[in-house]
C-alpha cells in the first residue's frame, strides 16, 4: 500500500479510545492475471482461496459485517448508535472487506449484516482510510468529542 494509506488508517485507527479498537488482519488476494479474470473457471477458484484464508483469519465468534455496495447506508449518527450496538454486544466485529471481485459469494451470505460506504466504486487502498475514518468519526459522536460537525 502507499504510504498515504498506511499513514491515514494508521491516524484514524490510533485516535479511537481504549473502549474501541481497530485492528486490521489483512488476507492476501490471490494473485490474478489476464488469464485468470477471463477465465470463470479460474476466477472461481481464486475466490474459494481467499474464502478460506478469510474465514482460517476470523476470530470464533464474531459478528461479521461485510462491506458491500448493496448494503445499508449509514449517516454518522446512526453509524454511532450502530457502532455502540456492536460495542456492547459482547463479540468481537469483523468488518470484511473484498477483494478485486468483491468478497467471495459464501463469504458475504454468511456475514451478519451489510454495510455501504458508497454506491461508487471505491478503490481498495481508499476504503480502508475512509473505513478508519467513518469509525472514528462515529465513535467521536457517540463520545461527544468535537471531530464531528453536523450541518
Known amino acids: 500500500m502507499p504510504a498515504w494509506v498506511t499513514q491515514g488508517y494508521t491516524e484514524y485507527a490510533k485516535r479511537l479510545g481504549g473502549d474501541c ?3 486490521m488482519r ?3 488476494a490471490a494473485k490474478r492475471d489476464k488469464q485468470t479474470t477471463q477465465s470463470a473457471a479460474q476466477l472461481e ?3 474459494e482461496k481467499e474464502r478460506v484464508a478469510i474465514e482460517k483469519a476470523l476470530p470464533k465468534n464474531v459478528h461479521t459485517v461485510a462491506l458491500e455496495v448493496k448494503g445499508k447506508s449509514y449517516t454518522t449518527e446512526k ?3 450502530r457502532l455502540d450496538a456492536w460495542m456492547h454486544q459482547g463479540q468481537d466485529v469483523a468488518l470484511l472487506v473484498g477483494g478485486p471481485e468483491g ?3 459464501a463469504v458475504s451470505k ?3 449484516e451489510y454495510w ?3 454506491a461508487l466504486t471505491l478503490p481498495h487502498p481508499l476504503v480502508r482510510v475512509i473505513l478508519a475514518e467513518s469509525l ?3 465513535w467521536s459522536y457517540k463520545n461527544g468529542h468535537p471531530y464531528h460537525r453536523a450541518d
Open 21 to 23: 479498537k481497530l485492528v
Open 26 to 28: 489483512e488476507v492476501a
Open 45 to 47: 477458484r481464486l475466490l
Open 79 to 81: 453509524l454511532a448508535s
Open 103 to 105: 468478497l467471495p459469494e
Open 110 to 112: 454468511s456475514a451478519n
Open 116 to 118: 455501504s460506504l458508497s
Open 136 to 138: 472514528y468519526r462515529a
